[in-house]
């Protein structure tokens, strides 16, 4: 059974820095691109970053571009969102997702697994 579950949430104020966590379980994680969506309160999801499988590709949305770092450790199956600069703006559920393909796409619905998501808040 794939597991994706997420962790490192919480409250943060403007400027402060939070790594959420997505640890993988069921599958290869290894073969697959991984990516992570947010959904801020009454909004739609909306794509932050994604990487492929083998590390070597990353890209973020224009809103978290040089704040926001992806990255992955295949050996723990685990992959992680470094968060700086953080903005009330960044508040909304954070979800990691898994592709079956090992390039990146750009659109949550191209993710086939997903977590349950982890709350972070950003607020003075």
């Known amino acids: 059974e794939v597991q994706l579950v997420e962790s490192g949430g919480g409250l943060v104020q403007p400027g402060g820095s939070l790594r959420l966590s997505c640890a993988a379980s069921?599958?290869?994680?290894?073969?697959?691109?991984m990516t992570w969506v947010r959904q801020a309160p009454g909004k739609g999801l909306e794509w932050v970053s994604a990487i492929n499988s083998g590390s070597d590709s990353t890209s973020y949305a224009d809103s978290v571009k040089g704040r926001f770092t992806i990255s992955r450790d295949n050996a723990k199956n685990t992959l992680y969102l470094q968060m700086n600069s953080l903005k009330p703006e960044d508040t909304a559920v954070y979800y990691c997702?898994?592709?079956?393909?090992?390039?990146?796409?750009?659109?949550?619905?191209?993710?086939?697994?997903w977590g349950q998501g982890t709350q972070v808040t950003v607020s003075s």
């Open positions: 069921g599958f290869t994680f290894s073969g697959y691109a």
């Open positions: 997702a898994a592709d079956e393909n090992s390039f990146i796409r750009y659109t949550p619905n191209d993710y086939q697994h």
